[in-house]
Nanobody, 123 residues
Framework: QVQLVESGGGLVQAGGSLRLSCEAS????????MGWFRQAPGKEREIVAA????????YYTDSVKGRFTISRDNAKATVYLQMNSLKPEDTAVYYC????????????????WGQGTQVTVSS
């Protein structure tokens, strides 16, 4: 059973930066496609970014392009989300998720989920 644990959330002012981490255990991390999702109060969970098992392919939702960067370290079984130029509308609980191999951008394509980490951006 794959377990995912997110960390790195917190409170930051608009324009600031945070780096989220998601450490995986219980599976073969290097074979998983990974994604970061977020859910704001009263809204549906949405994709933020995704990365293929090798790191060679990435996806970003339009609202974070140029500001967020997803990366992974297979030796550490960890995926990262570097968030720069944060905006109040980025406030949400951020979740990482895993699936077999390929890149995917929809919630239903991911099998394993972390518990989430809160990111709050003040104006």
């Amino acid at each position: 059973q794959v377990q995912l644990v997110e960390s790195g959330g917190g409170l930051v002012q608009a324009g600031g930066s945070l780096r989220l981490s998601c450490e995986a255990s219980g599976g073969t991390f290097s074979t998983y496609g990974m994604g970061w999702f977020r859910q704001a109060p009263g809204k549906e969970r949405e994709i933020v970014a995704a990365i293929s098992w090798s790191g060679g392919g990435t996806y970003y939702t339009d609202s974070v392009k140029g500001r967020f960067t997803i990366s992974r370290d297979n030796a550490k079984a960890t995926v990262y989300l570097q968030m720069n130029s944060l905006k109040p509308e980025d406030t949400a609980v951020y979740y990482c998720a895993a699936r077999d191999y390929g890149l995917a951008s929809t919630l239903g394509e991911y099998y394993y989920w972390g518990q989430g980490t809160q990111v709050t951006v003040s104006s």
